[in-house]
């Protein structure tokens, strides 16, 4: 792992007025350049050849002579073969020479090796470098064990498929995507089998895979994507916040809500079992009544990662989490870092953002602030690792 002291001692060659925030140009990539953009920060983007156009003409940033905005987000975009080409060291170079602050996204940490994160991109990177390995299932200290130690509610796991016995999830990598799930339901052993005997022939999931699955007994309800913040530098008020809530659209998945059972029964092996690809979000809002209980999961979550991955959480997080008949929450998933769903809070924030600050705050908005309150009372070593 990279020193922290290293990273602080590269933030000294910065300047301090000329910041700019950056990050890999997929994502959540639109929400952070929108907020970096509302609080007056140049944006930076790495793009990947062939699919970087969103960011270097469709979004890109035009303005005057002055400098003042006239349309667009984007204000500068590198593009490389490989996502992963930022990691070369000249590439590092020209993020620290142009006072880049690097956000991690999740397609970040998938492109680029995590080991080479931790211990070789020296760059300042906005967020807790070292919890994002926790995101990477079967880990030996992954979210779940996070989540164990912190005492927080998580769907009971199968070890065996043959203990199988009501509504279970499967989950595993999908074998083509690299950034989707091979998840599939199935209520016995049975069921398991021919689903991911299926499932293996189309190709969807590995044998490899299967056997490394996680299984988890299915939570009945609906799901809810809670877009926390947590601010180290925040001295009177509450420094967790939680800024919005989304839910997701999931390719076939929602195809086959939108059918009646009898029509579901009639599909073809390859369209019978639903693959779970998110494909958008949505916003949400929860009863006021939970709350409260949806604060208690993030303070607790928060003070596991203080005591596990010193120093903690810092910036945007996001849980997971599913709501049963009896309104308990059960986290099923955890992102240290700024969540995929945030894209529904550009521009027009989200409610519950919107209300704490008094304007519209998305979660890109509630960084690129932190940012610049770190910036403004010289305490930005506090918000990188």
């Not at 002579?65 to 073969?81: E, H, K, M, T």
């Not at 390995?133 to 064990?145: K, L, N, Q, V």
């Not at 308990?328 to 519950?352: E, K, L, M, Q």
Request: charged share 25%; net charge negative; aromatic share 10%.
């Amino acid at each position: 792992m990279i020193d922290r002291n290293e990273i602080t001692a590269i933030l000294d060659e910065y300047e301090d007025d000329n910041v700019k925030i950056g990050l890999v140009g997929s994502h959540s990539a639109l929400d952070v350049c929108d907020g970096a953009i509302e609080e007056g920060f140049r944006t930076h983007l790495v793009c990947q050849a062939g699919r970087e156009r969103t960011y270097t003409e469709y979004f890109r940033a035009e303005r005057d002579p002055s400098g003042n905005l006239l349309r667009g987000i984007v204000d500068a975009a590198v593009v490389y073969s490989r996502f992963d080409e930022v990691l070369h060291p000249e590439n590092q170079q020209y993020l620290r020479d142009n006072s880049v602050l690097f956000v991690p996204n999740r397609s970040f940490t998938s492109y680029c090796s995590i080991d080479s994160i931790e211990n070789d991109f020296a760059v300042p990177m906005v967020g807790s470098r070292n919890l994002l390995r926790s995101e990477e299932r079967g880990g030996e200290e992954d979210y779940y064990w996070l989540l164990e130690k912190a005492g927080l509610p998580y769907p009971e796991r199968i070890d065996d498929p043959e203990d199988i016995d009501e509504l279970v999830m499967v989950k595993l990598p999908h074998a083509v995507k690299k950034l989707e799930r091979g998840f599939f339901t199935a209520s016995d052993y049975n069921e398991y089998l021919e689903k991911s005997k299926s499932l293996i022939r189309q190709g969807v999931i590995t044998e490899d895979a299967l056997s490394a699955a996680r299984i988890e007994r299915y939570v009945v309800g609906p799901v809810f994507n809670l877009d926390f913040f947590y601010s180290p530098i925040e001295d009177t008020m509450s420094k967790t916040e939680l800024i919005g809530i989304d839910w997701r659209f999931e390719t076939s998945l929602d195809g086959h809500v939108r059918l009646p059972a009898p029509q579901q029964m009639t599909l073809a092996e390859h369209q019978l079992v639903p693959e779970y690809t998110v494909c958008g979000h949505n916003s949400a809002t929860l009863r006021e009544s939970l709350l409260e209980d949806a604060f208690e999961l993030a303070e607790k979550y928060v003070k596991a990662t203080q005591k596990h991955y010193s120093p903690g959480i810092i910036g945007p997080f996001c849980l997971q989490t599913c709501v049963d008949k009896d309104l308990n929450f059960y986290i099923y998933d955890v992102a240290p870092r700024i969540g995929g769903g945030t894209n529904v809070h550009v521009s027009v924030g989200h409610p519950y953002g919107n209300a704490l600050w008094r304007r519209n705050m998305s979660t890109g908005r509630r960084l690129a602030m932190e940012v610049r309150r770190a910036v403004d009372a010289g305490r930005v070593a506090e918000i990188v690792t």
